[in-house]
């Protein structure tokens, strides 16, 4: 799953768009080809609340989501505060009932939404040490591969590492590419949480850079306070 750095026509086949709906559903689905789910993050939905966003949504219109955070943050986490969730015990991809009851209820949303990617974005705290390892390789190794699944380590890990665990693992290395080098995957899954924090506006410049990085099949994702602003500026820059 190396990344394919051939040259290709992006404005026909990159997926661009935000991280949660910043308008409402029927605006942004008339002017965006994706959206990464994030409610699935803090709580899981209600299969019919997923099901009426599938239905209102164009037929080529791709939704990706990201996994509970049961499976990836610890019950420290502050991301805790947003939610009625209350595990007794959490993250790191521990091998317990709650991190796999968890997986079963995201994978569901992601079957209603007939999503093929689900996103693992794990905290800075989750750090490059032996048994997080092995927590990952346990996890990914006890689950069926319906989807693609993408990691994004928030941490300080080595590239050889980190390609060493997607490569065995078979999974997407998720970056922001303004801060990190992706180093494994078919194809790359940018998560844009702004330069300088998240009410970070993009200039035209440095989008520009962005469209050079960009190949064919790529998901292009912002998460800042302009998200929606920037996400249509690099649109019209790909086109």
């Known amino acids: 799953m190396k990344k394919d750095n051939s040259i290709h026509c992006i404005s026909c ?3 661009i768009g935000c991280c949660g709906f910043p308008v409402g559903m029927k605006k942004y689905f008339e002017r965006f080809n ?8 803090y709580e899981i939905p209600e ?17 990706t989501l990201k996994a509970n955070q049961v499976i990836t943050h610890p019950i420290s ?3 805790y505060r947003k939610t009625k969730i209350k595990p007794g015990h959490a993250g790191f991809f521990k091998n317990i009932e709650e991190v796999f009851d968890a997986y079963e209820k995201t994978k569901e949303i992601a079957k209603t939404l007939r999503a093929r990617i689900i996103l693992f974005q794990c905290p800075p705290s989750f750090k490059q040490e032996k048994n997080n390892i092995e927590n990952m390789y346990n996890f990914f190794s006890s689950i069926p ?6 990691w994004e380590p928030r941490g300080e890990w080595d590239e050889k590492t980190v390609k060493k665990i997607c490569e065995e693992l078979e999974l997407v290395h998720c970056v922001d590419p303004f801060k990190n ?8 899954y940018f998560r844009l949480h702004g330069i300088g924090g998240y009410r970070y506006r993009y200039s035209d410049s ?3 850079r962005l469209k050079k990085i960009c190949k064919g099949n790529d998901y292009v994702f912002f998460n800042n306070v302009y ?13």
């Open 34 to 41: 994706a959206v990464e789910i994030q409610k699935t993050f």
């Open 206 to 208: 440095e989008l520009e």
């Open 181 to 188: 080098k992706q180093v494994y995957g078919d194809f790359g």
């Open 13 to 15: 086949i990159v997926k």
């Open 47 to 63: 299969i019919k609340t997923s099901e009426k966003w599938r239905e209102k949504a164009p037929k080529n219109f791709e939704f």
């Open 145 to 150: 591969r319906d989807f693609v699944f993408a």
């Open 227 to 239: 998200m929606y602003e920037d996400a249509l500026r690099f649109k019209g820059m790909i086109k």
């Open 77 to 79: 986490s502050p991301t």
